[in-house]
């Protein structure tokens, strides 16, 4: 497809939009004389419509195609644009795959830096969850994790060193194939710790003077300690190095991990990043597909498809309405807050849009998925052990990062994690969720009643307790919030494994007939799984991070 074709295209499906809109008719006309450049410009100004942008959109994926090199930024840019062509289906956008692939083929080999190939590397696994072949571009990236690269351009800086091994922690969080620079990177903060700390005595004996630096040595060690290397000489290095100066992680691991880039000058990260606050930018479905209201009657929440207009990208639009006090809605910033921290962190949450009030009600934007855990568990034949094992290792990495952050869900179930058509899971609902800045992450007598709060039939043991003794008027039971959370997770993977209903196992008398149903279960990493999840005492429970190192992920070590 050149651009003449894409022209002829663009005029045909949108032929009654050009005719009846002189800008966008005078466009058809020239726009494929204007640079890449300008027609970026264009995406800044919102030149045009949704009707509009879908044409604009595709001759800027031709332009780039044209270019020399547009860099990381541009690139992640190119690729949304596409994403959003194949959101709105009705533009083809079959032929421009090979476009996109082309561009970033030629990005990745013009990369040098670790972090730029590792943005790179997030973009092919955005295109291969939406089921693009891209063998070519994991090719692409394979070669451009050779050494060759990294000894040449290596940081020998601290920072620069800490950046490098982060990296290389957050590419196999990624699944992306980092082998070929771990050798170098690995390599020059093993030399960096020898050499600052004058492990050899070296400095000594010339009479120099010698400034280790202790954290600095104990943050490598902690970041090499999370690094498998298969190379003998290294783990002897590694293991000597750490029992001599100490170990300590870096905190918040998986901080930035996903994270988007700050807002800046650059406006490709702002149409990525801007929130919605005008809901005149929405166009939203009459009737809601999802209705609730809470027990004192007070607050409503209804559930919309919308469409935002500038992009033609579907959006679930969230309308909470006050009832009675308008006040009330002041309780759901708190989830606001939450989805705007989470937004684009990793798989399991949802991209936030933004919020705005209107009237009695608070609107909030997020990505839409039709349905949840619950909904294929009944309207299904559930999952194969395979994806039910993809589904449980994303979702306990989804809780490790939140666990960094200390935010605790409390209401953990089926209903409150979305599913994908792609099997990816989504973290929602964060009304009851908890920041909780006591390092031991447990209730006390003296917390009000939010921390007894719960969805009945999904609660851990000791949150039930807790819970019931609330009702009665009995002290509050102090409990871990996070073990708590882990009971509950683990009650969802149970049913999501059995289809059995859970309510029960909140009381400790039927504890003993939980296990013996987790034993029937064919799936032993489930089975061994559960069994670890679901202990009857919360001390022995794992942390989230525990469960995420043991069942195939990455440790996280908060230190306070």
């Not at 090979?98 to 943005?119: A, C, G, K, P, Y």
């Not at 070296?202 to 630096?213: E, F, R, T």
Request: charged content about 25%; proline content about 2%.
């Amino acid at each position: 497809m050149d651009t003449k074709n894409l022209i002829l295209i663009a005029n045909d499906q949108l032929k009654g939009e050009i005719a009846n809109t002189p800008q966008l008719s005078a466009f058809a006309q020239n726009g494929a004389s204007e640079s890449f450049q300008q027609l970026l410009a264009r995406v800044n100004d919102r030149t045009f419509d949704a009707r509009g942008n879908k044409y604009l959109y595709a001759l800027i994926i031709i332009k780039a195609e044209e270019e020399a090199s547009i860099g990381v930024q541009n690139s992640k840019l190119i690729l949304d644009l596409y994403l959003n062509l194949c959101e709105a289906l009705n533009f083809n956008v079959s032929d421009l795959f090979l476009h996109i692939s082309s561009i970033l083929t030629r990005e990745i080999m013009n990369l040098e830096q670790l972090e730029d190939i590792f943005e790179m590397g997030k973009q092919v696994l955005t295109l291969k969850a939406k089921g693009a072949d891209v063998s070519i571009l994991e090719s692409s990236l394979d070669i451009s994790f050779s050494p060759g690269i990294f000894e040449q351009s290596l940081d020998t800086s601290k920072e620069g060193i800490l950046k490098g091994l982060s990296y290389l922690i957050k590419s196999k969080l990624l699944n992306l194939d980092t082998t070929g620079a771990l050798q170098a990177i690995v390599g020059n903060a093993l030399s960096w710790v020898e050499t600052t700390n004058d492990f050899f005595g070296m400095n000594q004996v010339l009479g120099q003077q010698i400034n280790p630096d202790v954290e600095g040595t104990k943050k490598i060690n902690g970041l090499l300690s999370q690094i498998e290397i298969d190379d003998a000489d290294f783990i002897q290095r590694k293991n000597v190095l750490a029992e001599k100066y100490g170990v300590s992680a870096v905190e918040n691991l998986y901080q930035n991990v996903y994270e988007e880039e700050k807002v800046g000058e650059n406006f490709s990260e702002r149409v990525k990043a801007e929130e919605i606050k005008d809901i005149n930018l929405l166009t939203i479905e009459r009737d809601c597909f999802k209705q609730s209201v809470n027990q004192s009657k007070t607050i409503s929440t209804l559930l919309y498809r919308g469409v935002i207009k500038s992009t033609g990208v579907q959006i679930a639009v969230k309308k909470i309405v006050a009832t009675g006090n308008i006040s009330d809605l002041e309780k759901f910033e708190k989830e606001v807050q939450i989805m705007r921290e989470f937004s684009g962190k990793g798989e399991c949450f949802l991209k936030f849009y933004g919020s705005f009030k209107v009237e009695n009600a608070l609107y909030i934007l997020m990505d839409y998925v039709g349905d949840n855990l619950m909904d294929r568990l009944v309207n299904a034949n559930g999952f194969e052990e395979i994806v039910q094992i993809e589904i449980a290792k994303k979702l306990i990495s989804g809780f490790s990062y939140m666990a960094t952050k200390r935010v605790y869900h409390r209401d953990i179930k089926p209903h409150n994690i979305l599913i994908t058509p792609e099997n990816v899971p989504k973290i929602i609902d964060f009304g009851i969720t908890v920041f909780e800045t006591n390092p031991d992450k447990t209730t006390s007598a003296q917390t009000n009643k939010k921390f007894i709060q719960g969805t009945e039939g999904y609660m851990s043991i000791e949150q039930r307790q807790a819970y019931d003794n609330h009702h009665k008027g009995n002290a509050i039971n102090k409990y871990n919030l996070q073990k708590s959370d882990v009971y509950s997770l683990g009650l969802t993977f149970f049913q999501m494994a059995t289809k059995f209903e859970v309510s029960k196992y909140e009381k400790a008398e039927n504890h003993e007939l939980l296990v013996k149903e987790i034993g029937s279960i064919a799936s032993e990493k489930m089975k061994n799984l559960l069994r670890r999840m679901l202990k009857l005492n919360p001390d022995e429970r794992p942390t989230f991070s525990e469960l995420n190192s043991e069942f195939g992920g990455v440790t996280v070590t908060v230190i306070n």
